[in-house]
């Protein structure tokens, strides 16, 4: 007889979500995704002057602050058919790679790797047997035994004084766990060490976005940041050469760490490369613009349907008609009044809440479809997207990890692995290699810009008094980002955000579709339905944002929503 299961909130995740599972005879039968919370930045923009509308929306998420206001400035661009000069396309181009090297870093060692790594184990490991198996899989200088011994050491105390503090309510001694001790032990050490290397990256951000989170450089037609040599009120050369430095030393981090990693997690949970692909219909958009115009960029982007990448169709800038006509999103099962499958432009987004309905309406997130499908979104989709476009880099990372996974695992692996939960790790890690590189290419080519005395980071926008629309894509972190913007007299008519966590935790779709969340876990194993940590293993790997994927419109003006504070 099949039991329903629910894990609400999800933890580790920012936002609110909420899964519940059917779980039949050891396997997840039926799954629904619901997001338990709504934001209202959309209602909020209406009668905004557009050019402020990036401040407002990068405070959607406190996680996802860069990419919703380089989406937000791409579309009020998009409107205005606005050009911008390339020092500003390559300072935002290094402020997004360094951004998502953060965020990817963060995602595998500090909001997912608790799922396949028992720290309580590590404390019964040979400290010494787990630095010489370090030294086979890396030649990473801070895998010493002594250093080994000392996060031991700490670990005890942890465990001692019963006082885990962030790996406190973990599934340790869970079933599904496989790693031995000293692999836990190493994987420990590196989660520490990944804390500072993502603090090293967050820097440029800082230095660039002016502050992070929440950067403070964006303007429509550029940025704020002036470029002078001979003044330290600026961008100078040195602050520039500081940025080279932290890029040099994540490097190594990246390659001889993170990438390692990922691919002994995946040798030693091979199994989980039979689980967890659900939707195998890939979207993504290009990314790091090259041009003035948004028509040339450094990494592809488009669509792969039913995972085959032979017929990948790209997405070739941000006015191709097969992207910006092929998006809608369905309310079917949303907590909005009715069914409809609208286009963002023309997007509706009256509330209606029901109560959790199995066959009704049951997630305040809504269900997009591109060209009518449900579509997964994220690293895995990018990368995927990348190879079929014989991008080197992408090839050469995947090939990489690949290999090194096969290396342990005993056996030669493939890339139709990559579609599943461990896969979308790899993706991740892939494509931190590729980001590293580019933002490695970005620096040089922002200075070599300057040496030939080009300044220039800023072009005035002009509105015009009619009715104008835009939309600005990014490939976020998380995934393929959308902003939608509606323009009239200078002010925003309309404003509709669509994120990549609301193509993956989106409901089903008006054909009763399941989304990618939902898809992805039916199937999955569950060796202890009073412990689920199989559910997680896979929706972690998505990397949720639910603080994102929910949004509350009203075109019609009405009173939505009211709060009363005392005092």
Same mark, same amino acid.
């Given at each position: 007889?099949?039991?329903?299961?629910?894990?609400?909130?999800?933890?580790?995740?920012?936002?609110?979500?909420?899964?519940?599972?059917?779980?039949?005879?050891?396997?997840?039968?039926?799954?629904?995704?619901?997001?338990?919370?709504?934001?209202?930045?959309?209602?909020?923009?209406?009668?905004?002057?557009?050019?402020?509308?990036?401040?407002?929306?990068?405070?959607?998420?406190?996680?996802?602050?860069?990419?919703?206001?380089?989406?937000?400035?791409?579309?009020?661009?998009?409107?205005?058919?606005?050009?911008?000069?390339?020092?500003?396309?390559?300072?935002?181009?290094?402020?997004?790679?360094?951004?998502?090297?953060?965020?990817?870093?963060?995602?595998?060692?500090?909001?997912?790797?608790?799922?396949?790594?028992?720290?309580?184990?590590?404390?019964?490991?040979?400290?010494?047997?787990?630095?010489?198996?370090?030294?086979?899989?890396?030649?990473?200088?801070?895998?010493?035994?002594?250093?080994?011994?000392?996060?031991?050491?700490?670990?005890?105390?942890?465990?001692?004084?019963?006082?885990?503090?962030?790996?406190?309510?973990?599934?340790?001694?869970?079933?599904?766990?496989?790693?031995?001790?000293?692999?836990?032990?190493?994987?420990?050490?590196?989660?520490?060490?990944?804390?500072?290397?993502?603090?090293?990256?967050?820097?440029?951000?800082?230095?660039?976005?002016?502050?992070?989170?929440?950067?403070?450089?964006?303007?429509?037609?550029?940025?704020?940041?002036?470029?002078?040599?001979?003044?330290?009120?600026?961008?100078?050369?040195?602050?520039?050469?500081?940025?080279?430095?932290?890029?040099?030393?994540?490097?190594?981090?990246?390659?001889?760490?993170?990438?390692?990693?990922?691919?002994?997690?995946?040798?030693?949970?091979?199994?989980?490369?039979?689980?967890?692909?659900?939707?195998?219909?890939?979207?993504?958009?290009?990314?790091?613009?090259?041009?003035?115009?948004?028509?040339?960029?450094?990494?592809?982007?488009?669509?792969?349907?039913?995972?085959?990448?032979?017929?990948?169709?790209?997405?070739?800038?941000?006015?191709?008609?097969?992207?910006?006509?092929?998006?809608?999103?369905?309310?079917?099962?949303?907590?909005?009044?009715?069914?409809?499958?609208?286009?963002?432009?023309?997007?509706?987004?009256?509330?209606?809440?029901?109560?959790?309905?199995?066959?009704?309406?049951?997630?305040?997130?809504?269900?997009?479809?591109?060209?009518?499908?449900?579509?997964?979104? =994220?690293? #895995?989709?990018? @990368? !995927? %997207?990348?190879?079929?476009?014989?991008?080197? +880099?992408? *090839?050469?990372?995947?090939?990489?990890?690949?290999?090194?996974?096969?290396?342990?695992?005993?056996?030669?692996?493939?890339?139709?692995?990559?579609?599943?939960?461990?896969?979308?790790?790899?993706?991740?890690?892939?494509?931190? =290699?590729? #980001?590293?590189? @580019? !933002? %490695?290419?970005?620096?040089?080519?922002?200075? +070599?810009? *300057?040496?030939?005395?080009?300044?220039?980071?800023?072009?005035?926008?002009?509105?015009?008094?009619?009715?104008?629309?835009?939309?600005?894509?990014?490939?976020?972190?998380?995934?393929?980002?959308?902003?939608?913007?509606?323009?009239?007299?200078?002010?925003?008519?309309?404003?509709?955000?669509?994120?990549?966590?609301?193509?993956?935790?989106?409901?089903?779709?008006?054909?009763?579709?399941?989304?990618?969340?939902?898809?992805?876990?039916?199937?999955?194993?569950?060796?202890?339905?009073?412990?689920?940590?199989?559910?997680?293993?896979?929706?972690?790997?998505?990397?949720?944002?639910?603080?994102?994927?929910?949004?509350?419109?009203?075109?019609?003006?009405?009173?939505?929503?009211?709060?009363?504070?005392?005092?």
């Amino acid at each position: 007889m099949a039991r329903r299961i629910v894990v609400d909130p999800v933890t580790r995740i920012e936002g609110h979500l909420r899964i519940e599972c059917e779980v039949d005879k050891g396997q997840i039968s039926k799954a629904w995704s619901s997001g338990t919370m709504w934001r209202g930045i959309e209602l909020i923009l209406k009668d905004k002057d557009p050019r402020e509308a990036w401040i407002f929306t990068q405070r959607i998420c406190g996680v996802c602050t860069t990419v919703h206001a380089i989406a937000s400035v791409r579309a009020v661009e998009n409107a205005l058919k606005l050009e911008v000069p390339m020092n500003a396309q390559h300072i935002r181009n290094m402020i997004i790679a360094a951004h998502g090297i953060f965020d990817h870093i963060v995602h595998f060692y500090h909001l997912s790797a608790l799922d396949w790594v028992d720290i309580v184990s590590a404390t019964k490991a040979n400290p010494k047997a787990a630095a010489d198996l370090a030294a086979k899989l890396s030649p990473w200088p801070d895998n010493s035994a002594h250093g080994l011994k000392e996060v031991q050491d700490r670990l005890k105390k942890f465990v001692a004084s019963g006082q885990l503090g962030v790996f406190a309510s973990g599934y340790w001694g869970h079933p599904a766990m496989k790693l031995s001790p000293e692999v836990n032990l190493l994987a420990t050490s590196h989660y520490f060490q990944a804390l500072d290397y993502q603090r090293k990256i967050n820097q440029v951000v800082a230095i660039l976005g002016s502050k992070t989170p929440h950067i403070q450089n964006l303007a429509v037609g550029g940025v704020s940041n002036p470029i002078n040599p001979d003044s330290q009120s600026t961008l100078t050369v040195e602050r520039l050469y500081y940025i080279k430095t932290l890029i040099d030393e994540i490097g190594d981090f990246i390659n001889q760490v993170y990438q390692v990693d990922v691919a002994a997690i995946a040798a030693f949970y091979a199994d989980w490369t039979g689980y967890g692909a659900g939707v195998t219909n890939y979207l993504s958009v290009p990314e790091f613009p090259q041009d003035t115009k948004g028509e040339s960029f450094a990494l592809a982007g488009g669509y792969i349907p039913d995972r085959d990448i032979s017929a990948f169709t790209p997405i070739s800038s941000f006015n191709d008609d097969f992207f910006n006509q092929g998006v809608k999103e369905s309310v079917k099962h949303a907590y909005y009044k009715g069914d409809s499958n609208l286009h963002p432009w023309q997007g509706v987004t009256e509330p209606n809440f029901t109560g959790f309905q199995d066959d009704g309406k049951y997630s305040w997130v809504k269900a997009p479809t591109f060209q009518d499908k449900p579509a997964q979104v =994220g690293p #895995l989709a990018n @990368v !995927l %997207a990348m190879y079929a476009a014989g991008h080197e +880099a992408t *090839i050469r990372h995947a090939n990489k990890i690949l290999s090194q996974a096969g290396a342990l695992a005993g056996s030669k692996l493939g890339l139709e692995l990559l579609h599943s939960t461990i896969g979308r790790h790899a993706g991740r890690t892939i494509r931190t =290699g590729v #980001l590293h590189e @580019v !933002l %490695a290419e970005e620096w040089q080519s922002l200075m +070599a810009n *300057i040496g030939r005395g080009d300044y220039a980071t800023f072009n005035e926008p002009v509105f015009p008094k009619g009715e104008i629309q835009g939309v600005g894509f990014h490939e976020a972190p998380r995934g393929i980002l959308s902003h939608w913007v509606v323009i009239d007299k200078g002010k925003i008519k309309n404003y509709q955000c669509v994120v990549p966590s609301t193509w993956n935790a989106g409901p089903r779709n008006d054909k009763d579709e399941m989304g990618p969340y939902e898809a992805s876990l039916v199937g999955n194993p569950v060796a202890d339905a009073d412990n689920p940590l199989e559910v997680l293993r896979t929706v972690h790997s998505f990397d949720p944002c639910l603080a994102c994927a929910i949004h509350l419109f009203d075109p019609k003006h009405n009173s939505l929503v009211k709060v009363r504070t005392n005092g």
